[in-house]
């Protein structure tokens, strides 16, 4: 049974940083493709970035270009999020996902993505 666990959300202020984490077990973790998503009130969930199994290959939203970083630990069964630099506009509960590699990781959609956790919520205030 594939469990992702996310951990590490919370309240910040703007400009303040977080580390999102997300625990995998149950499936070949390493053989997945990880993302991150975030979902605010009343929004469509949207990607905001993925990961190869190898981590050759990364693939970030615009709108957390140059402020957020994704990794991950094979060993430890586990993805990351780094957040710097947050805005008011990056609050939403966040998601972490995998997705089967299939030669490759492809873009950052919902639909690509098989298994989910049960999120963690980030909150930036002003």
């Known amino acids: 049974q594939v469990q992702l666990v996310e951990s590490g959300g919370g309240s910040v202020q703007a400009g303040g940083s977080l580390r999102l984490s997300c625990a995998a077990s149950?499936?070949?973790?390493?053989?997945?493709?990880m993302g991150w998503f975030r979902q605010a009130p009343g929004k469509e969930r949207e990607g905001v970035a993925r990961?190869?199994?190898?981590?050759?290959?990364?693939l970030y939203a615009d709108s957390v270009k140059g402020r957020f970083t994704i990794s991950r630990d094979n060993a430890k069964n586990t993805l990351y999020l780094q957040m710097n630099s947050l805005k008011p506009e990056d609050t939403a509960m966040y998601y972490c996902a995998a997705a089967t590699f299939s030669g490759g990781c492809g873009p950052l959609l919902v639909s690509l993505f098989e298994y989910w956790g049960q999120g963690t919520q980030v909150t930036v205030s002003s």
């Open positions: 990961i190869s199994p190898s981590s050759f290959s990364t």
């Open positions: 149950g499936y070949t973790y390493r053989s997945y493709c």
